[in-house]
């Protein structure tokens, strides 16, 4: 690295796509519970495929028991079922069909379905097997279908009870989107008060269900009342996205973090240890503080997770300077293969691609000297699941402060797509799929 700026002198490690690549990172994890692994878009194949050679390691290496991922509860639980030996489905692909809300590709896609596959294999094999686990608070009708589903097995009359407090939902349909309209308009005082009152009722009878089946007991509870958390969470996170004084995000990120300390919590009492691996965006795991997030009152997963566990987490970003990328020109709309524009001048991306080295690792340890040569303040790109690159300036970059946002960052020069088992017309056109998943 003769010539390479001092930030990056021996603080970057260049990857090879050999297994060692993965050491700087095992070394920096130590014996942190919390690994966070983001990803600067919800479509880009290797931050999906390095985000499983990292969770792989750490399963074998650092005895790792859990994924939880920026997706529903009640559809990475059906993954969790079937990588842990207990569903009927047939293999991986149908393990994710419970992913039919947009966007559908951030799960359904050839790099999911090969480390679900893996996922499934490992745990056929070892002792102590890891779950798969939902953190996200969209899936209102879903879980309150699943509260139901539970209490009918194991207590009729309390299931009853909960479609009386649920029905209050009646009146906008199964159509989430209704719901806030209708109670900001005063046709409908809103469901906060049922909710709450479920979720309540089903703590109470908590020691009545635990006590029939052990571990089987404590797992099928802990899934209904997660459901019943995030049927709360998510009424409440419905009726505030029109209400410009409070902030969704800011829900939302905190139902994440309480569902991520109630797994733990989960995993401590069944299974003696908990040792959890994040997936989701860079912009939910990345501390908050060193973004423009803080300037606008917003908090997320990262900055909570480090202003409480501190010493047991570690987060890592993940980005890219070109390439294409799998996503939607509008909310709801097909999943397109785009072109991703080369990182803006003054952004990392940018400075990371004048290195001339295709992919590394940059340990961000405010105990290394050289992190301070690190520009302190640059521009940094964010992709979700709509990528609009005509006005990308405006819709994509932030400012952020590296070195105090992540512990380490692992950077892709040039990526491709993710490849969605569904893919449509304006994604297939051009280009031939390079790989399709092996793990089925």
Known sequence: MNGSPAWFEDAAVPMSGEQRDLAPLLSLVGDARFVLLGEASHGTHEFYRERAEITKAL????????????????????VNRYVRGGSADADAVDSLDGFKRFPTWMW????????????????????????????????????????????????????????????CFD????????????????????????????????????????????????????????????????????????????????????????????????????????????????????????????????FNVGQLMRERRAAETRNVGFTTYSGTVSAASEWGGPVERKIVRPGLEGSYEALFHRTGVPQFTLLLSPRDERVGNLPAELLERAIGVIYRPETELGSHYFHARLAAQFDAVVHFDHTRAVEPLERSASWVRGEVPETFPTGV
Not at 59 to 74: L, Q
Not at 115 to 120: M, Y
Not at 254 to 278: C, D, P, Q
């Open 59 to 78: 399963i074998e290496h650092k005895g790792f028991n859990a994924v939880a991922v920026e997706a529903d509860w009640p559809d990475a639980y059906r």
């Open 108 to 167: 359904r896609n050839a790099d999911v379905v090969d480390f679900i596959g893996w996922l499934r294999a490992h745990n056929d094999e070892a002792a102590a097997q890891v779950g798969f686990y939902g953190l996200d608070l969209y899936s209102l009708n879903a879980s309150i279908d699943a509260v139901i589903e539970y209490l009918s097995a194991v207590d009729p009359e309390a299931a009853e009870r909960a479609r009386q407090h649920y029905g």
């Open 171 to 298: 009146f906008a349909g199964r159509d989430v989107t209704e719901y806030p309209y209708v109670v900001r308009l005063g046709l409908h005082e809103g469901c906060r008060e049922e909710v709450v009152a479920e979720l309540l009722a089903l703590r109470r009878r908590a020691a009545d269900y635990l006590r029939r089946d052990g571990v089987a007991a404590a797992d099928a509870f802990f899934y209904a009342e997660q459901n019943a958390l995030v049927a709360a969470y998510a009424e409440e996170y419905y009726r505030t996205m029109i209400d410009t004084r409070v902030s969704s995000w800011n829900l939302r990120d905190r139902h994440m973090v309480r569902t991520l300390e109630n797994l733990a919590a989960h995993l401590e009492r069944t299974a003696g240890t908990a040792k959890i691996v994040v997936w989701a965006h860079n912009s939910h795991l990345g501390d908050a503080r060193a973004t423009d997030m803080a300037r606008r009152g917003e």
